[in-house]
């Protein structure tokens, strides 16, 4: 168990903690482009965090894990070469234990983010967003770096692109049913989700969540209310074309009411993405469980198209677009150790209400199996938070960060 240090004074752990959260949950505010899209404050603070506390490390088990696919990284940088992309890999590797390690700390040590902080988070997003969509779209862009969206898209708030706007929300969500926060909070970030960011990703993220806890939680009031609300949904997407015309998360949408195959097979992108799900896996299993290395991605996907060739038709050079795609191509067996980490977290602090853990360890696993990168911040600090109150109160009750 962590204790307060004596050695460190109140008012700077305070100050420290606090600039902690904002890096979190701004993580892509920055005053330097360097490449990636989420800033190294997070990372900086985090490193700073552990060295005040480097008297108490005694971490659990489920912070420890992340430390292996962190050194096996390491290990296969030397052969695969120095390339930007394998540094950026392992910079995902690394900041996946740091900053869980740090949230531990920041949790353990009962400095805790405060309703007002949380629903202040949520109202400078939505304030920024709302500012871009009906004033200035170059709104604090200046902070953010490479931008990159088009008219058919939603905004970008203080993300670079609406998809990582959507996905921020999509874990503030998190959060606040983590939290019970108040309904109309809740309500503000699915505004931001389906009309500024207009994210189809963070949608379909959204409508998972929904869908996983409706059908664990089932109930015959909410099964009708859920039909009732999916009716409506399907009949509204028809009379929508007055606010999102031209918008392609409408277009999505409509082929997925068509027929959901028709979404793999008339969007580019969307087969794509599928793809970078699938293909990874299938290269997982075929060099039974060994891993590639970093750079070896491009030539997999040349050597092996006859696998998708007939069944997908795009695919590009680049990264892997799927965070546990990559793990598991990049790292092996080794890449298990993550999922395998995040729901050891979940099991430990949920395991006697099975029906939250189902949810969120479904909710986690579905968001990871995108392109959520592990450098992402708030997964970091849910799973550190998660393994301290774990430590702190092993009842089964809400979390109030």
Request: charge should be positive; include cysteine.
């Given at each position: 168990m962590f204790r307060n240090d004596a050695t460190v004074p109140h008012g700077l752990w305070r100050s420290l903690t606090y600039l902690f959260y904002l890096s979190v949950f701004f993580p892509y505010v920055g005053v330097a482009n360097i490449g990636t899209d989420t800033q190294p404050l997070s990372l900086i603070l985090g490193i700073?965090?552990?060295?005040?506390?480097?008297?108490?490390?005694?971490?659990?088990?489920?912070?420890?894990?992340?430390?292996?696919?962190?050194?096996?990284?390491?290990?296969?940088?030397?052969?695969?070469?120095?390339?930007?992309?394998?540094?950026?890999?392992?910079?995902?590797?690394?900041?996946?234990?740091?900053?869980?390690?740090?949230?531990?700390?920041?949790?353990?040590?009962?400095?805790?983010?405060?309703?007002?902080?949380?629903?202040?988070?949520?109202?400078?997003w939505l304030v920024v967003g709302l500012i871009q969509l009906?004033?200035?779209?170059?709104?604090?862009?200046?902070?953010?770096?490479?931008?990159?969206?088009?008219?058919?898209?939603?905004?970008?708030?203080?993300?670079p692109e609406p998809s990582h706007y959507g996905i921020m929300c999509v874990f503030l969500l998190f959060f606040g049913y983590l939290r019970s926060t108040r309904k109309w909070i809740m309500l503000l970030l699915v505004v931001q989700i389906v009309i500024l960011s207009r994210s189809f990703l963070a949608v379909l993220l959204l409508f998972a969540f929904w869908f996983y806890r409706t059908i664990i939680f089932a109930s015959l009031r909410t099964v009708l209310l859920s039909l009732i609300v999916v009716f409506a949904a399907v009949i509204a997407v028809d009379y929508m074309d007055v606010f999102f015309q031209g918008q392609r998360v409408l277009s999505l949408l409509k082929l997925i009411i068509q027929n959901p195959i028709l979404i793999f097979t008339r969007d580019a992108s969307a087969n794509s993405r599928f793809l970078h799900i699938i293909l990874p896996v299938w290269g997982f299993l075929k060099a039974f469980g060994l891993p590639h290395g970093f750079?070896?991605?491009?030539?997999?996907?040349?050597?092996?198209?006859?696998?998708?060739?007939?069944?997908?038709?795009?695919?590009?050079?680049g990264r892997i677009m799927?965070?546990?795609?990559?793990?598991?191509?990049?790292?092996?067996?080794?890449?298990?150790?993550?999922?395998?980490?995040?729901?050891?977290?979940?099991?430990?602090?949920?395991?006697?209400?099975?029906?939250?853990?189902?949810?969120?360890?479904?909710?986690?696993h579905t968001i990871l199996l995108t392109q959520v990168p592990l450098a992402f911040p708030p997964l970091a600090y849910f799973i550190g938070y998660v393994a301290a109150y774990e430590q702190k109160d092993r009842q089964a009750t809400p979390l109030a960060l």
């Open positions: 700073v965090i552990l060295f005040m506390s480097w008297k108490d490390f005694n971490f659990p088990m489920e912070i420890w894990i992340f430390l292996l696919p962190f050194f096996c990284a390491i290990v296969l940088l030397v052969p695969s070469g120095f390339s930007f992309d394998a540094l950026r890999s392992i910079g995902g590797y690394a900041s996946l234990f740091i900053l869980s390690a740090a949230s531990y700390c920041v949790s353990i040590k009962s400095v805790q983010l405060s309703d007002k902080l949380f629903n202040s988070i949520v109202y400078i009906f004033f200035n779209n170059q709104f604090m862009v200046a902070i953010i770096g490479d931008i990159r969206t088009t008219a058919s898209r939603g905004v970008t708030s203080l993300a750079g070896q991605w491009e030539e997999f996907i040349i050597s092996n198209r006859s696998f998708y060739k007939d069944i997908l038709v795009r695919i590009g050079p799927s965070t546990y795609g990559a793990s598991l191509f990049e790292l092996g067996v080794f890449g298990l150790l993550i999922p395998g980490g995040i729901g050891l977290a979940l099991w430990k602090r949920f395991k006697k209400t099975k029906k939250v853990f189902l949810v969120l360890s479904l909710i986690i």
